[in-house]
């Protein structure tokens, strides 16, 4: 990887620009098309494998299962093989606080702290400083493979990505022409989703949209504690569902449930992450029951865990997630980091990125009885989420999606990096966009080799799948 880029504040803004274009010579914009895993690229297995390593063995299965589900499933659950792919071809050395994951159903409607819907990224599992296309191309190949899982053609595909560059390209170029604390204070909220979108909205675009929203005000704390937990003798408890959701009480091995007894303690350093007035908050709270949870694709395995706290009686809860934070899968290709605690990485990089991170948001460090510590953020399990299905989509409302989404990791870009500097390395034209189109075909190629590989090595016995 190239050196970082940063900006003394002495710099013009034409020098910025001229900073930009200069990156062009190490990477012209239309060899961002280019995707050649060359021969001596990784196998795909065995960097997956390497990451199970790290993990729960009785959950890898699931891990398996859940990336054999499609190719998008299998994507979503493969960032580490897209940051060998990226970080072996060079790099326009134009860096922001990635998020390391950007895939599309990574962005979506979250509650600010104000309560109002907010559209925004939500994962930061991953997030680490690098250079900015590479968030850029990891979203714009969700794309075709989404794309292609609901039979899209050709063209329809490549038009769903066009529309997500452009909107990237032309909204940096905006950030780029804007004062630093317009750009920090902006916010896509729904005024600005419908502004994004504009007037090229559908009846039927307009109809889904506004469901989406009254949907995602119903996703509350309150529904999940009715849907995760259950009246029990000692009170309300968190429900079993195993594997998948395994309390602390039924965990079948003793010794891991001895050392995870540890996470009991996880409060305390927990609280002193957060700001004066949170911890405040949270001191009218007492934790009443943890259960292990299996969580999305890419991180089952990981150690995540469900904590019910209760306030003033059993229908006064708080719903924390504390979820382990290993090292970034782009760390190996940026020269690492330099953190000390994995969760502190996340919760930074959100916080730099995010517009309305959740109130609650902190991190902690758990020393089990094994001597091993390991690291964890925290946050409320569900608060307002709305969550994309491009299955149901088709190409139009795909399109328009794609724009959210490009246009939204702009501003989170923008705020993170130099909007300037890139701006002018995108330039005017759509040389960028058209690159990012074939290099997105090329990726969703490799990503369904890569797919078929797993799926042999299961065939093989190499590995087990579990579908759950």
């Not at 007037?199 to 995760?228: G, P």
């Not at 902190?362 to 946050?379: A, E, K, N, P, Q």
Request: net charge positive; with cysteine; aromatic share 8%.
């Amino acid at each position: 990887m190239t050196p970082r880029s940063e900006f003394s504040l002495s710099l013009t803004p034409d020098e910025r620009v001229a900073y930009g274009k200069q990156a062009r010579s190490r990477v012209p914009r239309l060899a961002q098309a280019r995707f050649d895993p060359g021969p001596r690229r990784p196998d795909p297995v065995d960097v997956i494998e390497a990451q199970s390593a790290t993990r729960l063995p009785e959950l890898v299965p699931i891990r398996y299962g859940r990336m054999l589900e499609s190719p998008f499933r299998f994507y979503r659950g493969a960032a580490a093989i897209m940051a060998a792919d990226l970080g072996a071809a060079p790099d326009t050395g134009l860096t922001v606080q990635l998020c390391g994951d950007a895939h599309l159903l990574n962005f979506r409607l979250l509650a600010s702290p104000e309560r109002h819907l907010v559209f925004d990224i939500n994962d930061f599992d991953e997030t680490l400083a690098g250079p900015f296309e590479w968030d850029v191309k990891r979203l714009a190949a969700s794309f075709v493979i989404a794309a292609r899982a609901s039979g899209f053609t050709a063209p329809e595909q490549d038009g769903a990505v066009r529309a997500c560059v452009r909107a990237y390209r032309q909204r940096m170029r905006e950030f780029a022409g804007m004062r630093t604390l317009d750009i920090w204070y902006a916010q896509d909220d729904a005024d600005r989703m419908r502004e994004l979108m504009g007037s090229s909205m559908s009846k039927k675009v307009r109809r889904r949209t506004a469901q989406a929203t009254a949907k995602a005000r119903t996703r509350t704390h309150i529904q999940a504690f009715a849907r995760l937990t259950r009246d029990t003798p000692e009170g309300r408890r968190i429900a079993p569902d195993p594997p998948l959701i395994t309390p602390l009480a039924d965990l079948t091995d003793p010794g891991e449930a001895r050392r995870e007894k540890e996470l009991a303690t996880v409060l305390a350093e927990y609280r002193s992450s957060l700001s004066a007035e949170r911890r405040h908050l949270l001191r009218h709270f007492r934790l009443v029951d943890l259960a292990r949870k299996v969580v999305g694709v890419g991180s089952v395995g990981t150690r995540c865990w469900i904590l019910l706290l209760l306030g003033r009686d059993d229908d006064d809860p708080l719903l924390l997630q504390a979820k382990e934070a290993q090292h970034s899968v782009l760390a190996p290709h940026t020269g690492g980091d330099d953190y000390d605690n994995q969760g502190r990485r996340v919760v930074d990089g959100q916080r730099l990125i995010q517009t309305t991170s959740d109130i609650l948001l902190g991190w902690t460090h758990v020393v089990g009885l094994d001597g091993r510590g390991r690291d964890f953020y925290v946050r409320q399990l569900r608060d307002w989420k709305g969550i994309a299905r491009p299955d149901t989509m088709d190409p139009e409302l795909l399109g328009l999606f794609a724009e959210l989404c490009g246009a939204s990791l702009a501003r989170a870009h923008a705020r993170s990096g130099d909007p300037v500097a890139i701006s002018g390395y995108l330039g005017a034209s759509d040389r960028f966009d058209r690159a990012l189109t074939d290099f997105a075909q090329s990726y969703a190629d490799q990503n369904e080799r890569d797919f078929e590989a797993l799926a042999a090595a299961v065939r093989s016995g190499r590995v087990t799948a579990r579908n759950l």
